[in-house]
């Protein structure tokens, strides 16, 4: 199989705590991987590893054929690679939504303004909010605002997109028109990785479920198998609070 | 105060003016020179590198804890004779109040971009910017605002300070009223003026700042 993202012997802790053990997965192209699992089981450490915005101690991480933690490799490269999505949006406040959407593709890839616009505002198109262009991120609902994050984080192009509780700050109205637009990116072939408490996508998304546990990756499996017949006694413990 | 002398005022009122003048350009010299001054020591004293970092934190302690006053005599007497080679006591004030300066403004450097939530640098590092732009674009235009009321109450407090350079015979504002109080032997005449004038200053000041900061 072709892997994008490879991680060998992934570990971390802060401090004494251990947050990461041993993680080892192989992720392919145009595969949705879905992480779920307790709170502080290391699920968005894991996912933040994948473009350093935390620092591994220990292992390996290769995005596309590139070592990650190699010190000839500028990282920047390889984020503007990677598309991330944020629990709380972090939209920058003082620009307006499609100044949000440009500023990346203009001063990273170097695009005309023209350029950058054109392809903001296809993607605004797309996650449903032409008319939002000129607003300012103060203005917007959740949903929307996750929106044009994510309508950000597509403008640079990316092969990869990562998810971190995308719909865990949104009102219960809100979470479907998140996850819809992660539904046709999951279609039109974009590789995901998504932490997320939504069991319905999971299912309904992901090509394969990881669940965590206490820093370790407890199984790997399709989703009818994980949500029907777990292997572990912890993944069917979780499974049974949540579903 | 029944024999208040407006006469006194009067005899030094171009004094006072010139004296005034002064302080002015004392203060704004002092600040802009410190905030430059300041934006260098700040950044040297978030950096991750300590050999930048430690000495910059030492500058800070040195000027925040020990007596302005015993700043300006070591510069004028010790540091800018020997520097830059002048006795002229307008320069050391400025040097000594500059130098004062950027350790307060330094820190108000640090504390606003140390303000900005850190899901802003997150995502601005996952974009692929490097950590200039995300500065230049991100952080020091959303920090830049949350500055400006820390910035107005140092100017202000630079503004005040001035008159201790008084005592290095620099002649502003505060050194024409000793003069004023001491050839007529009067307190309430010259130092009731400079009150008023310091006042005004610093009154003016504080609206314009209100000002920028609601239009902002």
Redesign the interface.
């Given at each position: 199989m072709d892997a994008i993202i490879q991680v060998k012997d992934l570990s971390k802790s802060f401090g004494p705590n251990v947050v990461l053990s041993d993680i080892d997965i192989e992720i392919n192209r145009q595969e949705v991987v879905v992480v779920v699992g307790p709170s502080g089981s290391g699920k968005s450490t894991f996912l933040r590893c994948l473009n350093l915005l935390e620092m591994p101690e220990r292992g390996e991480i290769t995005i596309d054929g590139r070592p990650l933690l190699d010190k000839h490799t500028r990282i920047e490269e390889i984020r503007a690679e990677v598309g991330m999505v944020f629990q709380h949006f972090n939209l920058f406040p003082h620009m307006s939504v499609i100044d949000n959407i440009m500023l990346s593709p203009m001063k990273v890839r170097k695009r005309s303004p023209e350029q950058a616009r054109k392809k903001g505002m296809e993607l605004l198109g797309k996650v449903g909010l032409t008319d939002k262009a000129e607003a300012y991120p103060s203005s917007l609902s959740g949903g929307q605002a996750q929106r044009v994050a994510i309508a950000r984080a597509l403008a640079m192009e990316p092969k990869i997109m990562l998810f971190d509780e995308p719909t865990s700050a949104l009102d219960p109205e809100m979470i479907g028109e998140v996850l819809a637009v992660m539904k046709d990116l999951a279609r039109e072939g974009m590789t995901m990785v998504v932490v997320t408490h939504e069991m319905g996508f999971a299912r309904e998304v992901g090509n394969r479920i990881v669940f965590m546990e206490q820093g370790r990756i407890l199984e790997i499996s399709s989703p009818e198998q994980l949500f029907d017949h777990p292997k572990h006694e912890r993944t069917k413990e979780f499974l049974s609070k949540i579903l | 105060m029944a024999d208040f002398r407006f006469d006194i005022i009067w005899d030094y009122f171009p004094l006072f003016m010139r004296g005034t003048l002064y302080t002015i350009g004392i203060s704004v010299s002092g600040i802009i020179l410190g905030s430059i001054l300041g934006l260098l020591i700040g950044f040297g004293n978030m950096s991750s590198r300590w050999y930048l970092r430690l000495p910059m934190r030492g500058y800070i302690h040195f000027f925040r804890g020990t007596p302005l006053l015993l700043q300006i005599l070591i510069v004028h007497y010790g540091v800018v004779y020997n520097v830059l080679g002048t006795t002229d006591a307008i320069v050391a004030a400025i040097v000594a109040l500059a130098l004062n300066a950027a350790a307060y403004t330094a820190e108000i450097y640090r504390a606003g971009i140390q303000s900005i939530?850190r899901?802003?640098s997150?995502?601005?590092?996952?974009?692929?910017?490097?950590h200039f732009?995300m500065m230049r674009?991100?952080i020091v235009?959303?920090a830049v605002?949350r500055m400006i009321p820390a910035f107005g109450n140092e100017f202000i407090v630079l503004i005040k300070d001035s008159s201790l350079v008084a005592v290095i015979a620099a002649p502003e504002l505060m050194y024409w009223s000793r003069a004023a109080s001491s050839q007529y032997g009067k307190i309430w005449e010259p130092y009731l003026t400079a009150a008023v004038i310091y006042l005004f200053l610093t009154y003016s000041l504080n609206k314009l700042l209100i000002y920028l900061e609601r239009k902002m």
């Open positions: - | 939530d899901g802003q997150e995502a601005a590092k996952s974009l692929g910017m490097t732009q674009y991100i235009p959303q605002k």
